[in-house]
């Protein structure tokens, strides 16, 4: 499965913007999808994620801001995110599970493939 993300861009802080991450094949509903974020001089860290069954994990400090949700259908992941703050500016990833119905879906995904990554700047 192949990842496409979009929907980056320049916002103020305390706007929103919903990123998409868009999959390629036939199987792409069998399998977990995560977003993760990546901001200069910093490590990649896990955003939040999407099991094919709907189950939802979040980074504790995102939950109430970010919202993950997915379309099967148009076999699209998407990370609404509001109330953006100057911190939340990153380089943001999508990364699909190389594994099928998986029943969790953390940092510890075993990364099938990612997203070309896509920039949200958050001014203040």
């Known amino acids: 499965v192949q990842l496409q993300a979009s929907g980056g861009g320049l916002v103020q802080a305390g706007g929103s913007l919903t990123l998409s991450c868009s999959g390629s094949g036939d199987s792409f509903s069998r399998y977990a999808v995560a977003w993760f974020r990546q901001a200069p001089g910093k490590e990649r860290e896990f955003v939040a994620g999407?099991?094919?069954?709907?189950?939802?994990n979040y980074l504790d400090s995102l939950k109430d801001r970010f919202t993950v949700t997915r379309d099967n259908t148009a076999k699209t992941v998407f990370l609404r995110m509001i109330r953006l703050k100057p911190e939340d500016t990153a380089v943001y990833y999508c990364?699909?599970?190389?594994?099928?119905?998986?029943?969790?879906?953390?940092?510890?995904?075993?990364?099938?493939?990612w997203g070309q990554g896509t920039l949200v700047t958050v001014s203040s």
């Open positions: 999407i099991t094919w069954s709907i189950r939802k």
């Open positions: 990364a699909i599970d190389s594994r099928p119905y998986e029943s969790e879906v953390g940092p510890t995904i075993r990364v099938g493939s």
